[in-house]
């Protein structure tokens, strides 16, 4: 699967993290299914953002995948729009074990997105710890190919 985004500003990188979220808890076998994501804006929001989204993914996926969620797209399914959708979980055999494990991950999905909407271009260029010195002077509309791969469960 290929996601694609060209300006952190018209395209917030929290649209693409849900995206890429939804596309990785599908029911398709995890070894057939990779997602790749093209940022022509050469953002280093864009990728902390999946930096981050790689690491929520960890919880996401398997939720998902153990309480059968329909709507897999976090925005929509922590809205509450998810259950009009018919997106609830279909599993009622322990539901407190289910919303224990719903409040964990709806909890880490608000911090991964208040983590994504907080984070300044330039502050993570300044960073020093390496990650985004790829980014350096990068100019939105001409710069050199940066690849990062990321681990997805």
């Known amino acids: 699967m290929f996601v694609t985004t060209a300006d952190p ?7 693409t993290v849900n995206t890429v979220l939804s596309l990785l808890a599908l029911d398709y076998p995890a070894g057939k299914l990779s997602c790749y994501v093209s940022d022509d804006g050469c953002s280093a929001v864009t990728c902390y953002a999946l930096r981050e989204a790689a690491e ?5 996926v398997p939720f998902c995948k153990k309480h059968g969620v329909k709507v897999r797209a976090p925005f929509v399914y922590f809205s509450g ?5 018919g997106g609830g979980h279909v599993r009622d055999d322990d539901d ?4 224990r494990a719903w409040t964990l991950v709806k909890n880490e999905y608000e911090e991964l997105v208040r983590w994504i909407e907080n984070a300044e271009e ?6 020093g710890d390496g990650e985004f ?7 939105r509309r001409s710069h050199p190919t940066i ?4 681990l997805w469960p």
Do not use: C, T
Not at 56 to 60: C, E, V
Not at 122 to 127: F, G, N, T
Not at 133 to 139: H, K, N, Q, T
Not at 147 to 150: G, L
């Open 56 to 60: 929520f993914a960890k919880l996401w």
């Open 96 to 99: 407190a074990e289910f919303l």
């Open 122 to 127: 330039e502050s993570l260029v300044r960073r």
């Open 133 to 139: 010195a790829e980014f350096v002077g990068a100019d």
């Open 147 to 150: 690849i990062k791969a990321y």
């Open 81 to 85: 729009l998810a259950v009009g959708l």
């Open 9 to 15: 500003k018209l395209e917030p990188p929290v649209v």
